[in-house]
T-cell receptor, first 117, second 112 residues
Framework: GAVVSQHPSRVICKSGTSVKIECRSL??????MFWYRQFPKQSLMLMAT?????????EQGVEKDKFLINHASLTLSTLTVTSAHPEDSSFYIC?????????????FGDGTRLSIL | GQQVMQIPQYQHVQEGEDFTTYCNSS?????IQWYKQRPGGHPVFLIQ?????EVKKQKRLTFQFGEAKKNSSLHITATQTTDVGTYFC????????????FGTGTRLLVSP
């Protein structure tokens, strides 16, 4: 149980392109999903918390207009990197919890490796 | 802000040797979670510790939560090449929401 699917797994595109990444909870409903960014050999950096039916909560320093998050249903959250530039190249991972509460483990998608040329 | 540090950053062992990673939080935690991320993969939840001084075992892995609930450790006995990866501890952010603060991670390399 608790499977999170993330798509696409890899994107290579030109500078200025907008890229949409999907995160789906396959066998459970996720009221809250999280989006992380991870640079090589570094830890996970939380970008935003995605709440179903409401606006996402962004971490300090993360541009809302640059990283658009939509959580339209209990099983789907999307992250759109708008007008991507080479510095946006990174590994983006989503996660979800099966229940609310601060003691819940997070279940991660496979991640999306984004490369902007 | 709240910080979670891990040492060592990196360790290279021979198969069969033991390995330990230590996790230290700047704040008291209600619980500590451990994740493993294989090279090129995503983090996978291993275990959660809640009680002060709690010790849990999963086969060759032993997890401990400190008495003050500010530190934790993961010990692997007789490492195998399948143990290769980065081990992260994580604790809930003290804002009361579901966010986790991940540790800096320890990368383990095991040579056959």
């Amino acid at each position: 149980g608790a499977v999170v699917s993330q798509h696409p797994s890899r994107v290579i595109c030109k500078s200025g392109t907008s890229v949409k990444i999907e995160c789906r909870s396959l066998d459970f409903q996720a009221t809250t999903m999280f989006w992380y960014r991870q640079f090589p050999k570094q830890s996970l950096m939380l970008m935003a918390t995605s709440n179903e039916g409401s606006k996402a909560t962004y971490e300090q320093g993360v541009e809302k207009d640059k990283f658009l998050i939509n959580h339209a249903s209990l099983t789907l959250s999307t992250l759109t990197v708008t007008s991507a530039h080479p510095e946006d190249s990174s590994f983006y991972i989503c996660s979800a919890t099966t229940r609310t509460g601060s003691n819940q483990p997070q279940h991660f998608g496979d991640g999306t490796r984004l490369s902007i040329l | 802000g709240q910080q979670v540090m891990q040492i060592p950053q990196y360790q290279h062992v021979q198969e069969g040797e033991d390995f330990t990673t230590y996790c230290n939080s700047s704040t008291t935690l209600s619980n500590i979670q451990w994740y493993k991320q294989r090279p090129g993969g995503h983090p996978v939840f291993l275990i959660q510790l809640v009680k002060s001084g709690e010790v849990k075992k999963q086969k060759r892995l032993t997890f401990q939560f400190g008495e003050a609930k500010k530190n934790s450790s993961l010990h692997i006995t007789a490492t195998q090449t399948t143990d290769v990866g980065t081990y992260f501890c994580a604790g809930p952010e003290n804002t009361g929401f579901q966010k986790l603060v991940f540790g800096t991670g320890t990368r383990l390399l095991v040579s056959p």
